[in-house]
C-alpha cells in the first residue's frame, strides 16, 4: 500500500513540472503528430499523454516552446489559441468580464514575445477595430528577423477569430514601426537579389 501512495506521490509530482502546451483547442492526431514532430527534431522536451491528444512541456519553457511553433505557423487554428485562460467571475458585468479576459490574454501574448532574446519588454493591446499593436522594446543592438516578425503576427492574430496577421502592427516604444524598420532593411537586398527574397521577407499572412 505504501508503495502505491509513494509511486502516485511521484507521478503527481512530476506531472506539476509539466503544463498542457495547448488546451481546448480539440487538435486532432495529425496537428499534434506535426506539433511532435517539430519538438522532437529541434529537441525540446515534452510528454505525449495517453490519450495522444495533449502534449505536455516543463512549465519554464511553455512560452518558449509556444513562440517557437508559432514562428513555425503551429498550430494552424485560430480564435481558439486562448481556451486555456480562466474566465473571470461571473459576479463581474460583462463588460468587466472582457476586460479582464482581453488583459489576461495581452499578458499572455506579452510573456511569450519576450521570449525572443531580442525582446527586453513587450507590450499587446488588442483593439476594439479588429486590429492589434505590439510594443517592444528591444535589447541594445538587437533587431528582429523576419520570421520573428511573422510569429509574433500570427501570435497575436490568433487571439482573435477576425484579426488577421497584416493588421498586427509592431512598434518599439517610440513608436518607431519595425516592420517598416525591417523591410526598408533589406530593400536594397531584394533589388540587388530577388532569389534571396524569401530568405528576408516575412512570408505569406504576415508583414
Do not use: W
Amino acid at each position: 500500500m505504501k508503495k502505491i501512495l509513494l509511486i502516485c506521490l511521484l507521478i503527481l509530482a512530476c506531472e506539476e513540472k509539466y503544463s498542457p502546451l495547448y488546451a481546448g483547442l480539440n487538435l486532432d492526431e495529425t496537428a499534434i503528430a506535426e506539433i511532435a514532430a517539430y519538438l522532437q527534431e529541434n529537441k525540446y522536451e515534452y510528454k505525449l499523454k495517453r490519450d495522444k491528444l495533449t502534449l505536455l512541456v516543463p512549465k519554464e519553457t511553455l512560452y518558449e516552446t509556444r513562440m517557437a511553433l508559432a514562428q513555425k505557423g503551429l498550430p494552424k487554428i485560430n480564435g481558439k489559441y486562448f481556451a486555456h485562460i480562466d474566465p473571470p467571475p461571473i459576479s463581474l458585468t460583462e463588460f468587466l468580464q472582457n476586460t479582464k479576459y482581453r488583459q489576461a490574454v495581452e499578458g499572455y501574448l506579452a510573456l511569450s514575445i519576450e521570449t525572443f532574446r531580442e525582446v527586453e519588454k513587450a507590450t499587446v493591446s488588442l483593439n476594439k477595430d479588429t486590429t492589434a499593436t505590439v510594443k517592444l522594446k528591444l535589447h541594445q543592438y538587437k533587431e528582429l528577423e523576419g520570421e520573428q516578425i511573422k510569429a509574433i503576427q500570427l501570435l497575436v492574430a490568433s487571439a482573435e477569430n477576425e484579426l488577421k496577421a497584416e493588421q498586427v502592427s509592431i512598434l518599439d516604444y517610440e513608436g518607431n514601426d519595425l516592420i517598416a524598420e525591417y523591410e526598408a532593411r533589406y530593400k536594397a537586398e531584394y533589388e540587388a537579389n530577388p532569389a534571396r527574397k524569401n530568405v528576408y521577407s516575412c512570408g505569406d499572412g504576415g508583414c
